[in-house]
Every structure is written in structure tokens, then in C-alpha cells.
């Protein structure tokens, strides 16, 4: 259990039975009455937010939570499959992976969040790369300025990237935006 003294931003919080986190926190003394606690919540499994004011004696519940790192094994239709370190499968539906799905490679280790015992967050490593499949040939004499093509990579997800990157090539990606960082040498 928590005290609303123990409120700040990040924290996780359970509210009817779903995780959510403290994304905006004010604390607010008036001249007279108690101290409020005004929180702005993101629902972690569904990701809608809302507003919550709190009084100095109001008690809040910890969700249970467990992280656990997994490795990627394999897609198996809308879902994806993770081994963990005792090599017991896990399926992760790709609603709760969303674009990181088309991130994932062979052996990748990922870190999955679990709500009583559902998966609900998967985070990536910050760089992966991928293989370009499809994209056009750069003009030549085109590079003044930083011109980007689209490009397809391996799993089917769009991106843009220089006119230099060819089909074939090997790029390094950001998972937390999706976009190109730089070509691989190899």
C-alpha cells in the first residue's frame, strides 16, 4: 500500500484492478484544509489517461508486477514466441508489441513487463538492424541536402533513409522511434 505522500511521477499505481502510472504530479497546499495530490494517470495496458486528485490520508495499492527478460524465438500468427532462461515458451500477442514487432530478430533478449502474470510492455533494446528489402536507387547527384527514400526492411515495416542506403544493406535502427540511425558495415 501506498500513502499519498508517497505519490511522484513514475510511480505505478493500481486502480480497479489495472496498473497505471504517474505521468504529471502537483502537489497542492491551500490556506486552509488538507494538502491534494493531483495526478495525471496512464492506464498501461490500454494507455488512456486521466486526472486523480488525492487527500493527504488516501492509500492507493501496488499492482503486481514482475519483469522478467526474454528472448525471441519465433512469430506464430498474431502472436510472437519468447523463450525464458528455462526455455518455457511465451506468447506475446502483437496488440501488446504494436510497431516493435517488425523490430524483433532472431535471439533478440527483450524485457517483458507482467501483470499478474499477463504481459502488458515489451521493451527492445535501443538499436537493432535489419536488412533493407525494397527501395529505389538514389538519384545520382542528388546529395545537397539530406535527401531521404522510402525503404522497406525485413518484416515488412517502412522507413525513411539517405539516398546512399541500397537494397541489400544492413541499417541499424532506433526501437524507440522507429527511424534509421545509420548504415552497417560488414
Known amino acids: 500500500m501506498y500513502g499519498a505522500s508517497d505519490l511522484r511521477k513514475g510511480l505505478k499505481i493500481e486502480i480497479d ?18 494538502a491534494l495530490y493531483n495526478c495525471k494517470l496512464k492506464n ?15 492509500k492507493m495499492d501496488k499492482p503486481e508486477l514482475a519483469e522478467r527478460t526474454l528472448r525471441f524465438s519465433y512469430p506464430d500468427g498474431d502472436h510472437m514466441v519468447f523463450l525464458d532462461e528455462n526455455y518455457e515458451q511465451v506468447s506475446i500477442s502483437n496488440s501488446v508489441l504494436g510497431r516493435l514487432r517488425h523490430f524483433l530478430v532472431e535471439d533478440i533478449s527483450v524485457d517483458v513487463l507482467f501483470h499478474n502474470g499477463q504481459p502488458i510492455e515489451v521493451t527492445l533494446p535501443n538499436f537493432v538492424e535489419k536488412e533493407i528489402i525494397v527501395t529505389e536507387p538514389g538519384a545520382k547527384g542528388n546529395t545537397a541536402t539530406n535527401v531521404l527514400k522510402p525503404a522497406q526492411i ?7 533513409v539517405p539516398l546512399f542506403v541500397n537494397q541489400g544493406d544492413i541499417v ?12 552497417v558495415r560488414r
Open 172 to 183: 541499424r535502427m532506433d526501437t524507440r522511434t522507429g527511424e534509421y540511425v545509420d548504415r
Open 154 to 160: 525485413e518484416g515488412g515495416y517502412e522507413i525513411q
Open 17 to 34: 484492478g489495472a496498473p497505471y502510472v504517474i505521468t504529471e504530479f502537483n502537489f497542492v497546499k491551500p490556506g486552509k484544509g488538507q
Open 44 to 58: 498501461m495496458i490500454t494507455g488512456a489517461t486521466m486526472t486523480k486528485t488525492y487527500r493527504s490520508n488516501d
